[in-house]
């Protein structure tokens, strides 16, 4: 007997007790049943209503791969506050030949009728998190229409308490930044050069990391600094609600209906006076208008996502963040782009064509040679066997067939003749004929021979990898293939290397110890 528990808690308030308590009911039932000690997964300071958590695809995946035969939990809401969820991984586990077992609530799978006792007590725990949900959402609404601070605490100021609730008080050192960002946001600075500047200024970050031009950028949402209506004195609250994407399982922010908005004056907390958050807000009003007329003529708006060969596959090297498209025609490394040259050094420019030629003639150079083909040969193989018919179900046809055939020429024996009888027998008959004609088919299959030109196909579609018209399709076979590609400087020369394993060493050597990327290639 393999047995697994399962533990979990949600609130960050809670403590690592929670977890053992949970762990401690669960040894405590197994010893009773004589069964050996489970091993332990478990989640954190986690919501039950998500289904990523580390835990729990770990304990999944080991049940999946037969590595459990029964599943611990303290009670069924450990396992998933989302009724559904519940109810798939019930069924999963049952799939994968596991007993799920709540100790303090007593649901057993293996019991009959556990379908209602599970379904129940998984709806139950998502009426609670919603019940929860709106209590919460109650107080914190009390809290805003005081002018205290119910969400997070922005850049610039930091909160104490008065034994009500929590005040927000500005943070001079950080204030300054906040004027000066703002001040050269209207003075036509993009939220990239600003981001750059503050960098090379060393202001302290929101996070204590580098700042990026999305800390700034004035959403809609009022999220970015430079849209955020508390440094002009005003708190906005119930604005957004994160919602769960019920497909994906993933939350993303949306916006309420404006009469949902609470909002309360806070002239203690104005950092940016009416006259420059006007011009800030009038400049973010007049940009996100063009992007939008620009999505309406069927334009990418700048910071787009325009999608080509190698987006999302490359990586610079030294600092190991992502080389995007920066401009129409190149690619540089984004943390460069959104914080300057504090957040990394690397200013270089590569053409797009550039990277897609040489890294394509990579690829094509190590897929047309005999392995590549083979392997090419190897897949249509499977795949035309796949398409083979079950003999066992010709054979089945056939003997239907004769059956009725028999029968018809008994009755014929016996006298009964009706006026069909002679079309239905030439049927039967012609089905037999049909039958045995696909097996001596079946008999003599060979793949090999439905592909009399595989080698010529195979280096078309080779050769066409860089006139492929679904790139999105053709950058998922790269990405199988080569997986990420780094770029690194080294010797005056930018070299790509592949860290997949997805092609032979071949292709690996053809783009690290091959031509490379010479600094002329870039036109420096």
Known sequence: MRTAAYCRYSSDQQRETSIRDQLRNIEGYCSRMGWPAPALYQDQAISGARNDRPGYVSMLAAAEQGAVDVLLVDDLSRLSRDHIECAQVIRRLKFAGVRVIGVSDGTDTARDGYKLETGLRGLMSELYLDDLAKKTHRGLMGQALAGYSAGGLPYGYHSITDGKGHKRVVVEDEARWIRYAFERYAAGASSRTIAAELNENGAPSPRGKAWKHSALYPDAKGVGILGNPIYNGRQVWNRTVWVKDPATGRRRRVMRPRDEWVITDAPELKIIDDNLWRACEARARAKRSESAEKRREGRAPGGGREKYLFSGLLRYGVCGGAFVIVDRNNYGCAAHKDGGACACSNSLKVRRSTVENVLLAGVKEALLNEDGFRRFESECREIIKSMRPDPAQVKRRREQARRER??????????????????????AEDRIQEADDELRAI???EPAQMLPRAREIYRDLVTRLDSVEDVAVAREALRELIGDVTLTPENGALTAEVQSAGLADALQMALVAGEGFEPSTFGL
């Open 443 to 445: 008999a003599r299959f």
């Open 406 to 427: 028999d029968n018809i020429v008994a009755a014929i024996k016996a006298g009964i003749i009706t006026p069909t009888m002679k079309s239905e027998l030439e049927a």
